[in-house]
């Protein structure tokens, strides 16, 4: 029970961490965008990394190759 408890609170810490940084990483994209150093549709995305990038650090090699797998979404894929 206690592992489960640690487990729990070291998961809401995680989140904690993950939603302060994509805040402040959305913050510094609406400045940059204000100096005009930046392209309007930067503002679109809430995480500095691709989405492949993402897979691949968040769900691991599964997770990446289930993106890949996705028809549209593996690069050069077509949606016809």
Do not use: N
Not at 47 to 55: C, L, V
Not at 59 to 68: H, I, M, T
């Amino acid at each position: 029970m206690r592992a489960v408890r640690e487990m729990t609170g070291a998961m809401a810490i995680w989140c904690a961490r993950q939603q302060a940084e994509s805040h402040a990483y959305q913050a510094e994209t609406r400045k940059l965008v204000a100096a005009g150093e930046a392209a309007p549709d930067t503002t679109d995305y809430d995480h500095p990394h691709s989405d492949y990038f993402d897979a691949l650090s968040s769900r691991g090699l599964v997770g990446l190759l289930a993106l890949l797998g996705l028809p549209g979404c593996a690069p050069g894929a077509s949606t016809a």
